[in-house]
């Protein structure tokens, strides 16, 4: 069964840094894109960032671009999100997710964790 | 705010058949990237629904359906159920964004 854990999260202060990590099984995991999608309390969906299979090319939102940093390790199966000067408005669930498709403008969302939580707070 | 417009509510009655649209431009959907849709039941992760805008995953019941047409897309369902009532969101590309878009999110309510 494909499944993905994510853990790392939890209380931080505003400027603060977190380190988010993802456990994948049940996937070829080296030949898949993983995203980051979060959730602010109340709110919609936001991607954050995608990393392709190889880890070779990386792509950001721009709300997060140059704070945020994704990588994984392909040999522990496990996608990373390093997160750095952090804001209040940062404070969400944090979904690592597979991407599946054709092409990378296609790629769809085909299986999600169940999230971890970050509260940026004083 | 959002690239994608969905409506934030919509209601029907069990048995009804409700949808939901989802309005971008010429910078995704208009530019023929495909739209996806995902269900989120209260407390759950999101789930994908619909892919490529058309086509179901394993498991997903033929009562959920896509659609898309120039710059918009729709979700359909019919035969609603209780257990339907969920938050639904649209993903599609943006060229402009340069990365994956999604919806504001419609709250479906089973009358």
């Known amino acids: 069964e494909v499944h993905l854990a994510e853990s790392g999260g939890g209380l931080v202060q505003p400027g603060g840094s977190l380190r988010l990590s993802c456990a994948a099984s049940?996937?070829?995991?080296?030949?898949?894109?993983m995203n980051w999608v979060r959730q602010a309390p109340g709110k919609g969906l936001q991607w954050l960032s995608i990393i392709t299979g190889s880890g070779g090319n990386t792509y950001y939102a721009d709300s997060v671009k140059g704070r945020f940093t994704i990588s994984r390790d392909n040999s522990k199966k496990t996608l990373y999100l390093q997160m750095s000067s952090l804001r209040v408005e940062d404070t969400a669930i944090y979904y690592c997710?597979?991407?599946?498709?054709?092409?990378?403008?296609?790629?769809?969302?085909?299986?999600w964790g169940n999230g971890t939580t970050v509260t940026v707070s004083s | 705010q959002f690239v994608l417009t969905q409506p934030p509510s919509v209601s029907g009655a069990p048995g009804q058949r409700v949808t939901i649209s989802c309005t971008g431009s010429n910078s995704n959907i208009g530019t023929n990237y495909a739209v996806h849709w995902y269900q989120q039941l209260p407390g759950t992760a999101p789930k994908l629904l619909i892919y490529d805008d058309i086509s179901r995953p394993s498991g997903v019941p033929d009562r959920f359906s896509g659609s898309k047409s120039a710059t918009s897309a729709s979700l359909a369902i019919s035969g609603l159920q209780a257990e339907d009532e969920a938050d639904y969101y649209c993903q599609s590309y943006d060229s402009s964004l340069s990365g994956w878009a999604f919806g504001g999110g419609t709250k479906l309510t089973v009358l």
């Open positions: 997710v597979k991407a599946r498709g054709m092409t990378y403008y296609n790629y769809h969302m085909d299986v």
């Open positions: 049940g996937f070829t995991f080296n030949n898949y894109a």
